[in-house]
């Protein structure tokens, strides 16, 4: 076989863990959950400059991607073609902005005809726009699923995903076909994530006759999905609320909590252009993004249930345990965990982390219990003694 083939044959059919991206959850901002169709240039690097002078970028936020509405058409050779009012200087331009903070730079689209807001799609010009977006300096693509009417599913995200390779540029490749085929189940080694749900929504238990979700309804939708994630393959539960405005502080603090517990990608979705000081806290808090970033990289499960009163577990590379203890009640409760609940043994001494208070509660043996606000948790990072 002539060498070059055998080259481009291995790298075609390379997991996607094997590319060596996304080996933990990305973390980002994504235009959508604050700004849907309302991007342009102008927010776009103010949000690079805020990512950097918020010290989100120093917290590890990396990718900053322009959801739906950037495009408007294709040029007579199908090249698709940036909103010349809102991108005047194009994407390259910005892709050098974007880069120049220290940054990656995302876009997207979607394996139909056209957007889910009536945008081209890339159905048919795949291979173009791979090209395209990795002349551009592209580093991450969120691909959607509106207006696939008769289109197999895993064929539209693997010819996108076989273009994004070919283009000879390193591309993490977000599948986002709201969990509909189970991408879990055959997404590893086509993208690097996949959302495993509808649209998350900026309320807490809240539905929408169309498919949005509120947070509790996203997290109760993850239980059973943590065999299915690992470094270069995440699944995705959609991007954060957190800053935008219809969750409590202590609903922002589970939100965020859970998402880290999940291994979830960790894509803001706020205006970080003057975000409160309390948003930034919980957006910044570097103990509990070192458990979503743990290289483990296993997704948390529950491991108790009792009504309102549940907890949660992900462990971790260093053999500590990182444990939510969630009270979805109206009411303060005492919420414990037992130390057979997370497989350790009861004799066990053990270390207690509190990631919100960032303070040791202490050594306990057998069990640990706290008080948990309404709707609230309190996470900690349990550390077997010696
Ligand atoms: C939805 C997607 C959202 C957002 C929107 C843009 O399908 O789930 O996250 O990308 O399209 O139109």
């Not at 799609?121 to 551009?136: C, L």
Request: aromatic residues 8%; glycine residues 10%; proline residues 5%.
């Amino acid at each position: 076989m002539h060498a070059l083939l055998a080259v481009v044959l291995l790298v075609a059919g390379m997991p996607a863990a094997a590319d060596g991206l996304a080996l933990t959850p990305p973390m980002g901002w994504n235009s959508w959950n604050k700004f849907g169709c309302d991007v342009s240039e102008k927010l776009i690097k103010d949000t690079a400059d805020a990512l950097v002078a918020t010290g989100m970028k120093d917290a590890g936020y990396q990718y900053l991607v322009i959801d739906d509405c950037w495009q408007v058409r294709r040029d007579a050779e199908g090249r698709i073609v940036p909103d010349p009012d809102r991108f005047p200087s194009g994407m390259k331009a910005l892709a050098d902005y974007v880069h120049g903070q220290g940054l990656k730079f995302g876009l997207y689209s979607d394996a139909g005809t056209g957007t889910c807001q009536k945008r081209p799609g890339s159905k048919d010009h795949e291979d173009v726009d791979a090209r395209t977006y990795a002349a551009w300096g592209v580093d991450y693509l969120k691909y959607d699923w509106c207006n696939a009417e008769g289109q197999d599913t895993r064929d539209s995200y693997a010819r996108m995903s076989r273009a994004l390779r070919a283009s000879g540029r390193p591309i993490v490749f977000s599948i986002c076909e709201w969990g509909s085929t189970k991408p879990w189940l055959w997404a590893p080694g086509v993208g690097h994530l996949w959302r495993s749900t509808g649209d998350i929504q900026d309320c807490w238990d809240c539905g929408k006759d169309w498919g949005g979700l509120g947070v509790v309804k996203i997290i109760d939708l993850q239980a059973d999905l943590h065999p299915f994630a690992g470094p270069g393959h995440w699944n995705d539960p959609d991007m954060l609320e957190v800053g935008n405005g219809g969750l409590s502080a202590a609903e922002s603090r589970s939100h965020f909590s859970f998402w880290a517990l999940l291994a979830a990608p960790l894509m803001a979705g706020n205006d970080l252009r003057g975000m409160s000081a309390e948003t930034r806290e919980i957006l910044t808090n570097r103990e509990v993004i070192a458990v979503d970033q743990d290289p483990l990289g296993m997704q948390g499960r529950k491991v108790r249930d009792d009504g309102d009163r549940e907890v949660w577990m992900k462990p971790l590379a260093d053999g500590a345990k990182a444990v939510i203890l969630f009270n979805r009640g109206a009411a303060p409760a005492s919420v414990g965990v037992a130390w057979e609940d997370v497989s350790l043994a009861p004799r066990t001494k053990v270390l207690v982390r509190d990631l919100w208070r960032k303070a040791d509660a202490g050594s306990f043996t057998g069990r640990y219990e706290a008080t948990v606000g309404p709707h609230d948790v309190v996470m900690v990072r349990i550390t077997p003694q010696p």
